[in-house]
């Protein structure tokens, strides 16, 4: 069913037997009524349309920015969430089908001329408190605005509760350094932070800016992996270590095999002391004088 909106020669939206009427930028647009798929769906179908509903849920949830980021411009037709959705789509999807996973850092809300915050860094001062550091010097910058009004859009995202949050409060470029709470049911979760910056007259943005703050307690698992890794270097080690110096003492004190008679049964010390015992009684072994016989 189609709609008129605005009195009998105003625009319509709708579908009016096999035509979809729909306004765009104050224009009505016809298309012809897609037809259902009824062939057969291939792997690389259910990839395709798996990597589609996950771009675009996920961008979904940063509308309001997306359309600061991408301002319109002159001649295009194309709408700002689509232009996001072109400029994500190739380069923010890892993983293969159907274990398909958002990139984060590669992920751009914005996209323009104007230069970014140099130097940004992001401090914990307490357990929901950060500080956000950058330098807003004029001369460290290629094409800053005039009086340094630039204002900062900083998004956090939080992946497990599709939770967005802005954090800037209408802070600007030459602030240097602006404070934000994080929220309680981010505490202890890995956030994702988005920074770009819109000119002062509304035209300019820049380049989205990328950092995660990891704020996760490591496992229990890890961290008997971690304590067993280490018992076991430090053993190894010195056995290594005594091993080698044994080796060094030993050396030296090995018994000749021409000395040592062979011994079936394997016990070397009984061998020895029987050895020797023959060598002090029978003289076995060391040089005797023949002696003469006295005559008749």
Known sequence: MAKI????FGNISGKIGGL?????????????????YEGPVTEAALSTRAKLKLVA?????????????????????????????????RWIISGAYPNLEIDYPKVTLSKGNLD?????????????????????????????????CDRIY??????????VVEVAAGAMRSDNYFLFYLPENMVGKKIHLYLFLRSSWKKEVSRTQYRCLDLREPDTNEKERN???CCKTIPCEGAKAKKESLGKVTKHLVIPKAVVPKNKSGKIGRSVRNYTRNVLNEGIGSRRKPTRQKKP
């Not at 860094?121 to 330098?135: A, G, K, S, T």
């Not at 900083?154 to 939770?163: A, H, M, S, T």
């Open 5 to 8: 909106t605005g009195g009998i």
């Open 20 to 36: 979809v009427f729909s306004t765009r930028n104050n224009q009505t647009e016809v298309r012809s009524l897609p037809k259902k």
């Open 57 to 89: 849920g996920f961008l979904r949830l940063f509308t309001f920015f997306i359309r600061i980021g991408y301002p319109k411009k002159p001649k295009q037709r194309m709408s700002a969430f689509n232009v996001a959705f072109s400029k994500n789509y």
């Open 116 to 148: 970014g915050l140099k130097g940004l860094m992001v401090h914990q001062v307490d357990h929901q408190l950060f500080n956000l550091r950058w330098n807003s010097s004029v001369e460290s910058y290629q094409s800053p605005a005039p009086d340094c």
């Open 154 to 163: 900083c998004i956090l995202y939080d992946p497990i509760g599709k939770q």
């Open 227 to 229: 304590f067993i890794s």
